[in-house]
């Protein structure tokens, strides 16, 4: 039974879009449209080099925006601003932590079966934690702001993605991804500052989230009290919905996996001209990524200290009321902003930022993983395939993983306390860890060989399989109800499942190892640390002092840039701890 203290009746229509909104929206697409055919043009769609990797000659500025533009997808916005609003700033440490990566391991370990596996695994979790995450997090803004049917909203988005994508290649992805970087932080940053002029500043955002309690709460609970440590981000390892150890440990472990060899990633390193600029594009995506505890979070926040009744709602009745889904409506903090803050014009300006979130994520996730089925498994299903064949296949696997992705969108509706951001760190941390231990031991330890690593790999998928499915078939309840789920889920934070696995893993390929045969020095040769050879910077001719000092110059510059983004990371971890 609820008790109930509002004096509010049925949710009442936000406000609309205005025709300045509408023109603005339309202003946007035309624009990302028009980038899309110039980038298209100036790189070769028809070869395989072209479509998938931009023909290799990206500059740093367009791949850095490209990296933050994809890893901030609508997902991003929607899940970190909806965890900020459920749980404060600790979610923040996952955005600090900062041709295809299964044909390295190939080439390191030898073999097929492993790349076969990564490139199948890296579809999988293409599918489940980001293609339908972000088709989710896209149609739900839509749904809440424009009032769209959400299954409808999810196909309009889907075409205009899809199209230019499927036409244009990497290069379409990565230069719409730049235009697409300046409009989220514009569009972020004016929002950010109107949201902390309603609450009165920054030193008011602790006591006005500590208040944010919902009007109809559940007797003889806690659930709808925002957290006493929302403010901190080293959080009790028991008792902390983020704790330190898993934050430190656990969380390192599964941003090696995405910033090392996830294929959406590791794709724009790939399509650099040379190793300075892809260098250099990481750096600038490091600054970028600074941003969303100020933009994203901190926001999401405020959202709940503004519409505590509805982004912090824990009364099945209520959710359903305010988003439609019965365990909480935290995913709503981002738009409901939006929707009640923003004037005329920018509130249009600001649908445009999530649908430029939207797009990015999506064309990413779309291109890479079509190259990861096409060049991975395809070409080794038939290796004399023609280039125009390779081109089909890759547009064609697009629209299958679409289909599935959008079969799955009720799933991950429950999950996680309908967190998204929760939810998507859940099912990375049962799956990534393995990859994670057959990577860094493969660049790290010359020992290590395909026997040993493909067995640590196997071990890893079953015992993280197992916490997978257990976690869909007992969800979390709402608020009110026991914890009946088994003690590995209810006990067993997820990140800290994710440094037992890695350890595991680890342990297996070390000792399937020093069982078996170690590698030939040959097949090891420049895919170690300690292989490496010591070449010629690329474009450095013999002879050619001035190149090969240009290069070592801004390499330094890159290296200096690296500990510099250190000291800020460090310095931000100390003075939220």
Same mark, same amino acid.
């Given at each position: ?76 916005? &929607? ?25 390295? &391991? ?53 075409? &205009? ?362 097949? &090891? ?53």
């Amino acid at each position: 039974m609820a008790v109930d203290n509002s004096t509010s009746d049925t949710h009442a229509p936000g406000p609309q879009l205005s025709v300045a909104d509408i023109v603005v929206i339309t202003v946007y697409f035309a624009l990302n449209l028009a980038v899309g055919i110039w980038s298209s043009c100036r790189a070769s769609r028809n070869t395989v080099r072209g479509y998938f990797l931009a023909g290799r000659d990206m500059t740093w500025w367009p791949i850095g925006a490209s990296l933050f533009a994809s890893s901030e997808g609508s997902g991003l916005f &929607i899940g970190l601003a909806g965890s900020g609003a459920a749980g404060g700033l600790a979610v923040a440490g996952f955005e600090w932590n900062i041709v295809t990566m299964p044909e390295y &391991i190939q080439k390191r370990y030898g073999g097929q079966r492993i790349r076969m596996y990564l490139s199948v695994l890296s579809l999988l979790l293409s599918v489940f934690t980001k293609i339908s995450i972000d088709l989710y997090a896209g149609a739900l803004f839509v749904h809440i702001c424009l009032g769209w049917n959400f299954y409808i909203s999810t196909i309009l988005m889907l075409v &205009i993605t899809a199209l230019y994508t499927i036409a244009g290649g990497l290069a379409a992805v990565i230069y719409t991804d730049a235009l697409q970087t300046l409009i989220m932080v514009m569009g972020a940053v004016i929002l950010t500052v109107k949201a902390f002029n309603q609450i009165g500043g920054y030193e008011q955002l602790a006591a006005a989230y500590a208040r944010a309690v919902p009007s109809r709460t559940v007797p003889n609970t806690t659930c709808h009290l925002p957290r006493a440590d929302a403010m901190h981000m080293f959080r009790d390892p028991h008792t902390g919905d983020l704790p330190w150890t898993g934050m430190t440990f656990g969380l390192t472990i599964m941003a090696t996996w995405y910033w090392c060899t996830d294929q959406v990633i590791v794709q724009r390193s790939l399509s650099a001209r040379d190793l300075n600029h892809a260098k250099a594009g990481s750096i600038l995506a490091s600054y970028l990524k600074m941003l969303p505890m100020g933009l994203i979070i901190m926001p999401g926040m405020i959202s709940r200290a503004l519409f505590p009744d509805d982004v912090g709602c824990v009364v099945t009745s209520e959710c359903l009321r305010a988003c439609g889904a019965e365990i909480g409506c935290s995913n709503i903090a981002y738009p409901k902003l939006v929707m009640e803050l923003m004037p005329i014009g920018l509130r249009g300006l600001m649908i445009a930022v999530m649908m430029a979130a939207l797009m990015s994520s999506l064309t990413s996730i779309f291109n890479s993983s079509s190259t990861l089925f096409t060049m991975d498994i395809w070409r080794r299903l038939r290796p004399r395939a023609h280039e125009w064949e390779l081109l089909l296949v890759g547009r064609l696997v697009i629209v299958v993983l679409i289909g599935i992705s959008v079969a799955w969108i009720p799933i991950l509706q429950g999950s996680n306390s309908g967190q998204l951001f929760i939810y998507m760190q859940s099912v990375t941390s049962s799956l990534a860890p393995p990859v994670t231990a057959v990577f860094v031991l493969g660049i790290f330890w010359r020992r290590s060989n395909e026997q040993g690593a493909f067995w640590g790999l196997m071990t890893g998928l079953v015992v993280g399989a197992m916490r997978l499915v257990l976690e869909f078939l007992n969800p979390a309840l709402p608020c009110g109800h026991a914890d009946t789920r088994p003690a590995i889920l209810s006990s067993f934070h997820y990140l800290h499942f994710a440094v037992a696995l890695f350890i595991l893993s680890g342990t297996v390929v070390v000792a399937g190892s020093l069982l078996t045969p170690a590698p030939q020095c040959a097949q &090891i040769q420049n895919l170690t640390w300690w292989t490496l050879a010591q070449d010629l910077p690329p474009g450095a001719k013999p002879g050619n002092m001035e190149a090969a000092r240009k290069h070592a110059f801004w390499a330094r510059v890159c290296a200096c840039n690296a500990i510099l983004l250190m000291c800020i990371n460090i310095f931000f971890y100390a003075y939220f701890a």
